[in-house]
T-cell receptor, first 113, second 114 residues
């Protein structure tokens, strides 16, 4: 479980500020993901990456930016935070291909005031 | 894309009783169906999964069944214990879904009363 870590774990920021959530995995998994979890909406995919320098939008990508210059890191940036982006953010990774187990990080609790 | 519906949204059972959570999916090509358990304040963790070439899978007190024709799958927990209290998510993925994306159901909050 320590193979995928997120930072910060808790963050309070103001509307309009840029925020970056970090995600690091030590398994050399090809795939990495960012999900947000809100009450009543379950887990929704923001962005995913199949490999370094390859990223794709998920279901709720507006207002978010990602990069993946190295296999092990997948930071998520909120360019101009809004209150609607208050949520719990989970980074996740998967070995390869389809039908493989996805492992989640501990989560980052973000509050935008 | 895939759409996964999960029912019920909340479920309360007495300790020792069985609990059943059901999910339906829309894409007949989906072939991988995991279940995740999320305890309060923790990350979702895989508890069991099933692939489309199998109709049922068991692991101690938990089992998952898959009906490909009806496009639904279910999680069964027998002899429930207080530590089973958590939110459970079903998910589906398949060859028509880009990348390795899982589509999650909305979750079921299971409460086991001692």
């Amino acid at each position: 479980d320590a193979g995928i870590t997120q930072s910060p774990r808790y963050k309070i920021t103001e509307t309009g500020r840029q925020v970056t959530l970090m995600c690091h995995q030590t398994w050399s998994h090809s795939y990495m993901f960012w999900y947000r979890q809100d009450l009543g909406h379950g887990l929704r995919l923001i962005y995913y990456s199949a490999a370094a320098d390859i990223t794709d939008k998920g279901e709720v990508s507006d207002g978010y930016v990602v990069s993946r210059s190295k296999t092990e890191n997948f930071p998520l940036t909120l360019e101009s935070a809004t209150r609607s982006q208050t949520s719990v953010y989970f980074c996740a990774s998967s070995e390869s291909g389809r039908g493989n187990t996805i492992y989640f990080g501990e989560g980052s609790w973000l509050t935008v005031v | 894309g895939e759409n996964v519906e999960q029912h019920p949204s909340t479920l309360s059972v007495q300790e020792g009783d069985s609990a059943v959570i059901k999910c339906t999916y829309s894409d007949s090509a989906s072939n991988y169906f995991p279940w995740y358990k999320q305890e309060l304040g923790k990350r979702p963790q895989l508890i069991i999964d099933i692939r489309s070439n199998v109709g049922e899978k068991k692991d101690q007190r938990i089992a998952v069944t898959l009906n490909k024709t009806a496009k639904h799958f279910s999680l069964h927990i027998t002899e429930t214990q207080p530590e089973d209290s958590a939110v459970y998510f079903c998910a589906a993925s398949g060859p028509r879904i880009a990348g390795n994306m899982l589509t999650f159901g909305g979750g079921t909050r299971l409460m086991v009363k001692p």
